[in-house]
């Protein structure tokens, strides 16, 4: 029931909750009788309801406008509140105004309105707007880079993981209230240590296993216990100093993993490689992007060190008022579910929820491919997914979607970092998903994110089928980070929040920006850069059709060229050959330039098969034509004799891996290697038509590389330019004349 309630109650009521009492840091409090000039803003009389000011004019400040709970908040209220708002500015940079009549709260983040409204909150959450980052990431990394040479050369700890697992007992140990100081020995030290884990012990199950895991893995570390006591020292310092900033009350929710990864991977060997961390403004855009909150429970399935985990608990409590709050504990208790199978990297995980004020979120030691960890995950009332699961295909990159949108709840957000085209190379799979779950959204990534791979979020809806709902895409290109070194990318010019902000609100709205396409599920599953293809042009068509010509005329491509060239530098002698190959050079050619094209789908035009994989101690003697990933001899690497793949003459080979986009017509049958797709042409083809089409796809190739494989699925939806009739059908008498009319072109039959 909503009783009616005076000013001077619901300005008591504000004051209890907002917490509005004086300290030795700050003046706070509520009435009508304190004017600003009382406050330290000289001349002004005008009275606030409610007041929170620091004495540090760098820290954020809070302003309360009251009005009986009879009150309907409008234009008056709003521009009573902004004046008082637009004084306190005059002090303090960071300013949250607050519009309360009991039971409506109307906040102001400055003077623009703020998202949040409803029931008043404590101050905290309020003031967390303005979180002032008190955690000293340069001095982290120095910390970091100084912690990292002292266990690789002194205590000549080699793995990467168990130096970070080192570092991070130590900080769980200190946070935990392990006496380390200088001057103790390595035996001391590290029974230090281990005792003040053991002695952590508690009723909480959950807690200990995370202890119990340290421990465990702690105790397996090899290191060389001859260390000089200057070392012994240095790593203490160190140590001590990294924990005092952390446990600080303004930490936001940094993965101060993830930084230690960036640092430690200086000596990172080739075995170690394969663990990606998350940056930490991705993990705070996916909290935003796909709108969690407090009342929200958060899984991730694949959750490296728990920088998901991380960001979001920091986000939730921050939503409740704080870290001392009631509520707090609650979150980190039954809110925050993670799953990583990897011993080391779950012991990391632990470790960083134990540093970062939490012994009790539900982290699971387990394979989340596996029926056992979809049991888990059904057994949890999860309501938001926020994951970055493994990319490679060893580790079930897609085997662990399929598991977590198969046993969370119908409706339950779920969203992934994967590489751009990952679906799109598992169409036929995904499609089978979208019978029961719906992709939403695909945001592209800056290039940048990650090295060597090009990243999208995937935002599905589970239990919901997509039903040809079309997907909302776009790029978010540019992020405002830079690399520093050592470091890994950072935000050295403050431009994130803002680039958030706007992404955030463009995503929520889906509108707003250049790049937002709505793709069809049935036709893409990635966002779709508009790159442009170039049109080709004669060399295009001339270097394809003299390539089979000369394969034909059973010569050597790369002799000929260099024979040519000394024939043309220096006079050397052609052999008759040769010089045959040559005399159609001058043939009158038929021009491009008043051309019309049109973009075809490839998939529309041809069938797309791959080849099939054969191995060199399987190849047969014989006479039969193999295809491979070669730019050379129209691709045949081998003559075998095996039949049971054997490809029809008249189609043309496409290397997908290797010599990308290589094309050429084959004229006999053959075995096509895997890394080889096979066009089998929907059209009646000849070979001058079908080397117009090899020039054309080898052009259309340019997009594709070795971490970007032209593969079968993305093939059949490739576009290639096509002359075209006045009826916009594919002009196929022009590229058989076009052909034919080229230099060497004569010489096809």
């Known amino acids: 029931m909503r009783y009616e309630l005076t000013e001077d109650e619901v300005r008591d009521k504000a004051r209890r909750i907002l917490d509005l009492e004086s300290t030795e840091s700050a003046q706070a409090g509520v009435g009508q009788l304190t004017s600003f000039n009382k406050l330290g803003f000289s001349g002004i009389k005008d009275r606030p309801d409610g007041w929170y000011l620091p004495n540090e004019t760098h820290f954020p400040a809070l302003v309360l406008e009251t009005k009986g709970s009879n009150v309907t908040f409008s234009k008056k209220e709003r521009e009573e509140l902004l004046k008082n708002i637009r004084i306190v500015q005059k002090k303090y940079k960071y300013v949250i105004g607050i519009l309360y009549n009991g039971y409506e709260a109307e906040v102001y983040k400055g003077i623009q309105k703020a998202d949040t409204q409803g029931e008043l909150k404590a101050k905290e959450y309020y003031l967390g707007f303005f979180a002032i980052n008190k955690i000293d990431k340069s001095l982290i990394y120095s910390l970091t880079r100084s912690i990292n040479d002292t266990l690789h050369f002194n205590f000549v700890i080699k793995n990467l993981y168990h130096r970070m697992i080192f570092t991070a007992c130590a900080l769980v140990a200190k946070r935990y209230g392990a006496h380390l100081f200088e001057g103790m020995s390595f035996s001391m030290f590290t029974t230090s240590i281990r005792e003040t884990l053991a002695a952590s012990f508690s009723a909480d199950l959950t807690k200990n296993i995370k202890l119990q895991t340290l421990l465990d893995v702690f105790s397996e570390i090899k290191l060389n216990a001859n260390c000089s006591q200057e070392a012994i020292d240095k790593f203490i310092s160190d140590v001590s100093l990294i924990s005092d900033n952390i446990n600080s009350d303004f930490w936001d929710g940094e993965d101060v993993m993830a930084i230690f990864f960036n640092e430690f991977n200086r000596y990172k060997a080739k075995s170690e490689s394969g663990q990606v961390f998350t940056p930490d403004h991705i993990t705070s855009f996916m909290y935003r992007i796909t709108n969690t909150t407090h009342e929200d429970y958060v899984l991730d399935a694949a959750c490296g060190s728990g920088a998901f985990l991380v960001k979001a608990m920091c ?11 009631k509520r707090a504990i609650e979150i980190a208790q039954t809110q925050l579910f993670g799953i990583e199978f990897d011993r080391e990297i779950y012991a990391l995980a632990c470790a960083n929820m134990l540093i970062h004020k939490d012994g009790k979120t539900n982290l699971e030691y387990n394979d989340s491919r596996t029926e056992d960890a979809g049991r888990w995950i059904k057994s949890k009332p999860i309501t938001k997914v926020l994951m970055n699961p493994p990319f490679e295909n060893k580790y079930g990159c897609l085997d662990i979607v399929a598991n977590v949108l198969a046993n969370v709840d119908k409706g339950t957000t779920c969203a992934f970092i994967l590489p751009d085209n990952k679906l799109e190379k598992a169409r036929c799979r995904v499609r089978r998903w979208l019978q029961s779950c719906t992709l939403e959204k695909i945001i592209k990534l800056p290039t940048e994110i990650f090295s060597g791979v090009t990243t999208s979020i995937f935002i599905f809806t589970a239990g919901v089928p997509q039903g040809g709902k079309e997907i909302f895409t776009c790029y978010m290109a540019e992020d405002g980070l830079e690399t520093i070194k050592n470091q890994g990318r950072q935000d050295i010019r403050n431009r994130w929040d803002a680039i958030e902000d706007e992404w955030v609100e463009i995503v929520r709205k889906q509108s707003g920006h250049e790049s937002i396409q709505w793709i069809n599920p049935a036709e893409h599953l990635s966002y779709q850069e508009k790159v442009e293809i170039p049109l080709p042009v004669q060399p295009d068509f001339m270097k394809r059709t003299l390539s089979y010509v000369l394969f034909k005329a059973g010569i050597d491509e790369s002799d000929f060229v260099q024979k040519v060239k000394e024939h043309t530098l220096y006079g050397v002698v052609l052999p008759p ?38 191995t060199k101690a399987e190849q047969k003697d014989g006479f039969i034509n193999y295809v491979g990933a ?42 096509a290697t895997d890394d080889v797709n096979v066009l089998t042409p929907l059209f009646d083809i000849n070979p001058s038509t079908a080397l117009f089409f090899c020039a054309v796809i080898k052009n259309a190739s340019a997009k594709y590389a070795f971490n970007n494989k032209w593969t079968q699925e993305m093939m059949r939806i490739s576009v290639i330019p096509l002359p075209v009739n006045d009826d916009d059908s594919p002009d196929f008498q022009f590229m058989e004349d076009y052909i034919k009319s080229l230099p060497y072109g004569s010489h096809i039959s």
Request: with cysteine; net charge positive; hydrophobic share 35%.
């Open 630 to 671: 070669s730019a050379f001899n129209n691709g045949i690497t081998n003559h075998i004799g095996n039949n049971d793949h054997v490809n029809p003459a008249g189609t043309i080979s496409v290397c997908y891996n290797g010599s990308i986009g290589e094309s050429f017509y084959q004229d006999e049958p053959y075995w």
């Open 315 to 325: 986000n939730m409590i921050r939503e409740v008022g704080g870290i001392r709050t």
């Open 577 to 614: 050959e040769y010089k045959a190959i040559l005399s159609g050079r001058d043939a009158v050619s038929l021009t491009l330039e008043n051309v019309r094209w049109k973009y075809f789908e490839i998939g529309k035009l041809f069938k797309v098969a791959k080849g099939q994989r054969l």
